[in-house]
């Protein structure tokens, strides 16, 4: 079983409706975000290009975040995903500064705090609460080890690309462009 | 990691803003809210609720929020606002209107509102006696294009609009930012249109997120796209590409129109509109080609240049040509359920009203807010006075320009009184300002709106009314029973009302509580036209009129023409303003999840502009208009190549200066407070407000210069 | 023109608008460990060469210091956690990935070694104080006779300290300025220098003082080669890299960086080191306190300066 979430940038209006829906569903405190949504623009008027891109911890096969941290708070499932045990973090900061996308951040209650995939839904059989909020739905989860998932299929059948490959830590969240 | 557990659904319809989303509220065992998800049955938002919708919690927990009522007083010389009970407000706010009617008529205390307030109000008012009512949603907003549409289908656009997104091959945006407003089924439908290859055509003169997902952008000259949509006309017909056996069938006035449209080349338009004529020929042929699953989307807020109500009429027409309206794809016939009125006495027949008010404009279909408050200027030629105003679940002076206007109306007013669940601007005039409760505390009307099914959803109280608020029917029924018209509330509880109207409808409220929405089948025929179908337009003579007989009797041009529109002068830039996907104009501003998204508003500038301005990113900036008024507060500049270099654009709805609005408070520029100059719609008198032009001030203005 | 903007608002404490994570505390621990580690070094290769008869200093006085140093390192790092009353997981588990769990345990027994070879020292250094009971004086006689085996047990543990937070901080390709593997040579060698220079501050001896401004001075050629080194690789490495190279060469930490690091922290204490030997008279605190200084703003302006370079955005 290997979660991966599948985003379709030519879908995505950058509304960040899955910024607030997040922030709802785990309680994330006002001022802090555990995904947040870029824009790239490219071009000169008016031959423009735009991408909106929603990005989140990656959950990475290759997680240096987990590879650091010196209690084993923060670690990976089965399924791939990583998460961080709160009750082991002691909040040194190593994986905040081990993270090549910025994901995780020092909750004020002085654990460490990134998104989960929503790993308490995905146990209640529900998607995550920004794939399932997402107006456009230009956002897919699934089981990548499935080859007749919904996200299987879409990146044989896509263009996709990952956030910072060269950094080699095998990202779990593909964009499809 | 410490989640509580939903204890309670409730089911409420949101009121964040117009589009009335059907949701559940996730409250925990203690009563708070957690959370607010859609309503899956829900034609509205299909399970998924906007950013805005989502962020409705924030609504709730601003501590920002009006709690107690507030009565204007004078403390050693200075004007403030005392804490009341509700007696006293209410008492003084009731004694007032019967003075008011006593004294001049009912008819002189107006009503401005938004939303379902607005309806428990509207019901007051016509009790009492006045049909002096208006919401800026008209006049302001999405007036023209029903007047357009109507004149040409004999039907409004409404809301929400009728358009087959969904099964579109072609969608043609001008004007209309979809992605960037957040019209729920809109976004979802281009959505599906674009997992389906629908071809969008976007024309705008700003990138806007449509424009990158469309095929075609046309960065058009801004205020010449009646010229456009005229060439587009010319090539259509022309070239053959029309809808031949609808216009046979349900058009009047084809001939008329192809002799009109003759001369709009796409050459002339390319003069005018900068759109290269291939393009506009490739885009038309692209159009026609789709037909009649092409949607020209009519817009939303459509009061631009002050022939607007033209300008629809030209896209309604565009789209009879294509054969789109009544067809899968284009727009379907929409239908809602009607809710039984919950039986009361008939009210009385005002002796003037809205529509007296709005006597100059023949197309005017509601209030005129902006005529609504010259009528509250005192003047000898006034045939219609307005001494008092009651305020509903609008911010008039963020939303409605020439602010001098309207303070100078305030200050002749008798009595005001403002229905708020914020401190918005608007509270900081009124006499009363009565805490309303938001939309998470209360019961409101049943919604029905038309949609592919007629649908119904309740809204019921989640939480109770925070601090000393109370809900906007309760408000009408206390004013009602002082005024002397109890017999119109013949209830105790709203929650009577509704159960008794649900019960009407073949459902029930316990059924209603557990389902929310309720999905009923269509009686009044088809979602489309069949081939060669006989119908009836509403129009006088039954047909859609590519030629009306009655603009040309009444004096206006019977088809659209274009007329250039004022251009900005060296140094100056034309504002054009739009939405941000986060917000609702200025309501939400100050709610502390939507806030923590975007709290203040950026000026986009070309690169080039700010090259000649010698301007760097996130510099702040103040702007100063063609009639010399200047921005309260200053704004931080985007250099960002989505903008034309004659424009800049910003997001509406910031800028507060009310400081009780923490989060909003002083954050970003003023898009209305800058727009002193409009161009009336003669035909229906909207309010057009993209012709104003600004300079960049890189230092802050002096403080002594009298805006 | 490319703008890349983050437009949700995302402005997340201490992570934007770019990583603030630590601060002094750790600079001063990264210094005091450094420092700790050079000391314990020198007095466990002393002892080990069975030498230690001639660096009377470095193996009391200045181990006594490196007490100090390692409890107000400790005491730093502690601080610095922001969720302090769960440290004791540190203690639950050895991860081997993870180099802050290496230098947690040796932490550990490195401030116990310490502790037990101070105490072994103890009554020589203070001869008038008497441990009261028999069994701690039973313990000081076990220590006493095993001071050799307790510096071969220190010895590879002062390497693995003087080195395991560059390693650190080389791991994080996160932070392209840290992301270089010269990090934890160059840590380890700049550890020693500060600890031979605590050293010769601290000794009365003539002989110890030569001997440790020799070793001074090649630790210092060694360590200067280790940051053109460092620098080399920057300038030869990706774009992130590149923009790394630029705070520390031609941005805000240039100044820091080559005035009070490389000039007055390195080579400048090297030459005052250089003429002592050949015989002219410089009062040696000068270039002791120099280096000393030196490795505290080159610890400050590393960590500072790393966490304002990241990868994306």
Redesign the interface.
């Known amino acids: 079983m290997k979660y991966a979430m599948v985003i379709d940038t030519?879908?995505c209006?950058?509304?960040?409706?899955c910024?607030?829906?997040c922030?709802?569903?785990?309680?994330v405190p006002?001022?802090?975000?555990r995904d947040?949504?870029?824009?790239?623009?490219?071009?000169?008027?008016?031959s423009?290009?735009?991408e909106?891109k929603s990005e989140r911890c990656n959950h990475c096969e290759n997680a240096?975040c987990v590879?650091?941290?010196?209690?084993?708070?923060s670690h990976q499932t089965d399924e791939g995903i990583v998460l961080v045990t709160?009750?082991?973090?002691?909040?040194?900061?190593?994986c905040?500064?081990?993270?090549?996308?910025?994901a995780?951040?020092?909750h004020p209650?002085?654990?460490v705090d990134k998104c989960?995939f929503c790993a308490?839904r995905l146990k209640e059989g529900q998607l995550p609460a920004c794939v399932?909020?997402?107006?456009?739905?230009?956002m897919y989860f699934g089981d990548l080890d499935d080859p007749t998932s919904l996200v299987s299929k879409l990146l044989k059948a896509r263009k996709h690309k990952v956030?910072?490959p060269?950094?080699?830590t095998k990202p779990n969240v593909y964009y499809l462009i | 990691m410490k989640l509580k557990k939903t204890y309670a659904l409730t089911p409420t319809y949101c009121e964040v803003c117009f589009w009335k989303c059907a949701a559940w509220v996730h409250s925990d065992d203690q009563g708070n809210i957690q959370k607010i998800i859609g309503n899956d049955n829900d034609p509205h938002c299909n399970g998924r609720l906007c950013p805005r919708g989502t962020g409705g919690v924030g609504m709730y927990s601003d501590k920002d929020r009006l709690k107690k009522p507030l009565i204007r007083t004078t403390v050693d010389g200075t004007d403030t606002f005392k804490e009341a009970s509700w007696e006293e407000a209410l008492d003084l706010v009731a004694q007032k209107m019967q003075e008011i009617k006593d004294t001049h008529g009912p008819e002189s205390m107006a009503l401005l509102k938004h939303g379902s307030p607005g309806s428990h109000l509207e019901h007051l008012f016509k009790a009492y006696g006045s049909d002096t009512i208006g919401e800026p949603a008209y006049a302001q907003c999405r007036g023209p294009r029903e007047t357009g549409f109507g004149l040409t289908y004999g039907s409004w656009v409404g809301s929400p609009e009728p358009t087959d997104i969904r099964d579109t091959k072609c969608l043609v945006l001008i004007g209309a930012h979809i992605g960037e407003n957040m019209h729920n089924t809109q976004v979802q439908e281009m959505s599906d249109a674009i997992d389906n290859g629908a071809s969008i055509i976007t024309v705008d003169p700003r990138f806007s997120t449509a424009a990158s997902k469309s095929q075609h952008w046309l960065a058009i000259k801004p205020s010449t796209d009646i010229a456009l949509l005229l060439s587009w006309m010319h090539v259509i017909i022309q070239e053959d590409l029309y809808n031949k056996e609808y216009v046979k069938q349900y058009g009047l006035g084809f001939d008329a129109l192809k002799d009109h449209v003759k001369k709009y080349t796409p050459e002339w338009a390319y003069g005018i509109t900068t759109i290269k004529p291939a393009e506009i020929r490739k885009t038309a042929r692209i159009m026609a080609a789709a037909a009649p699953s092409t949607i020209i989307h009519p817009g939303r807020h459509v009061t631009w240049y002050g022939d607007d109500s033209q300008r629809s009429r030209a896209i309604a027409i565009l789209n009879g040509l294509l054969g789109s309206w009544g067809n899968r794809g284009g727009f379907f016939f929409k239908e809602k359920i009607s809710v039984p009125k919950f039986p009361h006495p008939a009210y009385p027949h005002p002796k003037w009203g809205w529509h007296d008010i709005g006597e100059n404009y023949p197309y005017a279909e509601m209030g005129i807010t902006n005529e609504m408050i010259k009528a509250s200027i005192p003047d000898e030629n006034n045939k219609y006075p307005i001494k008092g105003w009651f305020v509903a679940g609008t911010n008039l002076v963020n939303t409605i320009p020439q602010k001098d206007i309207i303070e100078k109306a305030i200050e002749s007013l008798d009595f005001m009184v403002v229905m708020d669940t914020m401190p918005m601007e608007i509270t900081g005039y009124a006499d009363v300002i009565l805490p309303e409760c938001t939309y998470l505390e209360r019961y409101d009307g049943i919604r029905s709106a038309p949609n592919r099914e007629p649908s119904i959803a309740l809204r019921a109280p989640a939480v109770k009314p925070k601090y000393d608020s109370q809900p906007a029917w309760w408000i009408s029924k206390q004013l009602g029973n002082r005024l002397g018209l109890a017999d119109y509330f013949p209830y105790e509880d709203f929650e009577e009302v509704i159960a008794w109207q649900l019960k009407e409808m073949g459902t029930s409220l316990e059924e209603m509580k557990k389902i929310g929405v309720k999905n009923f089948k269509r009686k009044s025929g088809d979602l489309y036209l069949k081939k060669g179908q006989a119908y009836e337009f509403g129009t006088p003579s039954g047909k859609i009129e590519f030629y009306s007989e009655d603009l040309a009797s009444k004096g206006f041009d019977p088809m659209p023409v274009y007329t250039p529109h004022d251009t900005p002068d060296s140094g100056f830039y034309r504002l054009n303003y739009g939405r941000s996907p986060m917000h609702t104009f200025s309501r939400t501003i100050n709610n502390p999840n939507l806030s923590d998204l975007t709290d203040e508003n950026k000026l986009w500038v070309n690169p080039k502009v700010a090259r000649i301005e010698d301007l760097k990113n996130d510099q702040e900036v103040w702007l100063e208009n063609q009639d010399g008024v200047i921005s309260s507060f200053p704004i931080k500049v985007r250099i960002t190549e989505r903008i034309r270099w004659d424009s800049v654009y910003m997001y509406h709805g910031f800028g507060h200066n009310n400081k009780k609005l923490t989060r909003a408070h002083g954050k970003g520029a003023s898009d209305t407070e800058l727009i002193t100059k409009i161009q009336i719609d003669p035909l229906m008198g909207g309010t057009g407000m993209r012709g104003n032009f600004v300079k960049i001030l890189i230092d802050e203005p002096s403080k002594d210069i009298v805006l | 023109m490319q703008e890349e903007i983050f437009i949700s608002g995302r402005n997340i404490p201490k992570i934007d608008p770019y990583l603030e994570v630590w601060h002094f505390p750790i600079s001063l621990y990264l210094f005091l460990g450094g420092l700790a580690a050079g000391i314990i070094f020198f007095a466990s290769l002393f002892t080990i060469l069975k030498k230690e008869k001639e660096v009377q200093t470095t193996i009391k006085s200045a181990m006594i210091i490196v007490l100090f140093a390692l409890v107000i390192g400790l005491i730093a790092l502690f601080y610095d956690l922001t969720h302090k009353l769960y440290v004791w997981q540190l203690y639950t588990t050895v991860r081997i990935e993870s180099p802050m769990s290496w230098g947690a345990w040796v932490l550990l027994f490195v401030t116990i070694g310490s502790f037990l070879w101070v105490f072994s020292y103890f009554t020589e250094m203070f001869p008038k104080w008497n441990w009261r009971f028999e069994w701690i004086k039973k313990l000081e006689t076990y220590f006493i006779r095993n001071r050799r085996n307790l510096a071969i047990i220190l010895l590879p543990l002062s390497i693995i300290l003087g080195i395991y937070t560059g390693i650190l901080l080389s791991a994080f390709n996160a932070r392209p300025l840290w992301n270089n593997a010269i990090l934890g040579p160059l840590f380890l060698v700049s550890g020693l220098s500060t600890g031979a220079a605590c050293i010769i501050l601290f000794s009365k001896d003539h002989f110890e003082q030569r001997l440790f401004s020799k070793i001074d001075l090649a630790l210092i050629i060694i360590e200067l080669a280790l940051i053109i080194h460092m620098l080399m690789g920057m300038y030869a490495g990706s774009a992130v890299q590149l923009e790394a190279l630029d705070i520390l060469v031609g941005g805000e930490y240039t100044v820091m960086f080559f005035v009070f690091v490389i000039i007055l922290g390195l080579i400048f204490p090297a030459l005052l080191e250089g003429f002592e030997l050949m015989g002219y008279r410089v009062p040696v605190a000068i270039p002791a306190l120099l280096i000393l200084m030196g490795g505290l703003i080159f610890r400050m302006v590393m960590i500072e300066a790393g966490q304002i370079t990241r990868y994306l955005y």
């Open positions: 030519l879908k209006v950058g509304c960040s409706d910024v607030v829906a922030q709802t569903e785990n309680d006002v001022g802090y975000c947040w949504v870029t824009e790239s623009v490219s071009g000169t008027y008016p423009v290009e735009l909106l240096p590879r650091c941290c010196p209690t084993g708070a709160a009750d082991e973090c002691i909040g040194c900061g190593a905040i500064a081990s993270c090549p996308y910025d995780r951040y020092q209650d002085g654990y989960t308490h399932s909020v997402c107006p456009t739905k230009c956030l910072a060269e950094a080699g």
